[in-house]
Nanobody, 127 residues
Framework: QVQLVESGGGLVQPGGSLRLSCGAS????????MGWFRQAPGNEREFVAG????????RYADDAKGRFTISRDNARNTVALQMNSLKPGDTALYSC????????????????????WGQGTQVTVSS
């Protein structure tokens, strides 16, 4: 079972960019599909972006399309979320998550299927 630690959150002005990173340890990272989720106060956790274990396939929430990019480096056991054109509505606690994947091309968007979570990193978009 992998353990996950996120970094890279912070305070950014509207229109700005942030790059979140998630490091994994303790498992065979290349066997896990990965995802980024976010949760704002009073809201449920929601899917932001996902990537298959082999890096070939990605999925995005509608609000993230064209602004966010998920990527992974299986040699370094990391997954990143590049966020551009940030809006105040992007303010949330962002968490990365992992799920063991039999199919290397599968991207998981269902929050309930992820089995391992990081502690999260806060992103605040405000002027």
């Amino acid at each position: 079972q992998v353990q996950l630690v996120e970094s890279g959150g912070g305070l950014v002005q509207p229109g700005g960019s942030l790059r979140l990173s998630c490091g994994a340890s303790g498992g065979t990272f290349s066997r896990y599909a990965m995802g980024w989720f976010r949760q704002a106060p009073g809201n449920e956790r929601e899917f932001v972006a996902g990537i298959s274990s082999d890096s070939r396939f990605t999925r995005y929430a509608d609000d993230a399309k064209g602004r966010f990019t998920i990527s992974r480096d299986n040699a370094r056991n990391t997954v990143a979320l590049q966020m551009n054109s940030l809006k105040p509505g992007d303010t949330a606690l962002y968490s990365c998550a992992a799920v063991y994947s039999i199919f290397s091309s599968a991207v998981e968007t269902n929050v309930a299927r992820y089995t391992t979570w990081g502690q999260g990193t806060q992103v605040t978009v405000s002027s």
